[in-house]
Nanobody, 127 residues
Framework: QVHLVESGGGLVQAGGSLRLSCAAS????????MGWFRQAPGKPREFVAA????????YYADSMKGRFTISRDNAKNTAYLQMNSLKPEDTAVYYC????????????????????WGQGTQVTVSS
């Protein structure tokens, strides 16, 4: 069992930055991959980024490469998503998720493979 709580969302102007945090509890944090997803109104949930058990491997959706950075601190049981150069189209509810069946240092992008989800945090980027 894993419990996830996101924080750090808010309202920011285009070009600004936000840092999202995802605090995990339950199963040993360093034993599973983490992902960030987002969902805008009327759109399906979208993969943003993922990070492997140790943090050695990361992967990003094309539209986030160079702007977003995923990281994790296994000592603090927390994953992060640093978002820079934000655009109005980045407006969405952002979710962190745990892939507890991931292999060591593997990364998966399909949301249906993620077993536990946080409640989401709203990010709004104004133009």
């Amino acid at each position: 069992q894993v419990h996830l709580v996101e924080s750090g969302g808010g309202l920011v102007q285009a070009g600004g930055s936000l840092r999202l945090s995802c605090a995990a509890s339950g199963r040993t944090f360093s034993s599973y991959a983490m992902g960030w997803f987002r969902q805008a109104p009327g759109k399906p949930r979208e993969f943003v980024a993922a990070i492997s058990w140790t943090g050695r491997n990361t992967y990003y959706a094309d539209s986030m490469k160079g702007r977003f950075t995923i990281s994790r601190d296994n000592a603090k049981n927390t994953a992060y998503l640093q978002m820079n150069s934000l655009k109005p189209e980045d407006t969405a509810v952002y979710y962190c998720a745990a892939d507890v069946y991931s292999d060591y240092d593997d990364i998966r992008m399909r949301p249906e493979l993620y077993d536990y989800w946080g409640q989401g945090t709203q990010v709004t980027v104004s133009s």
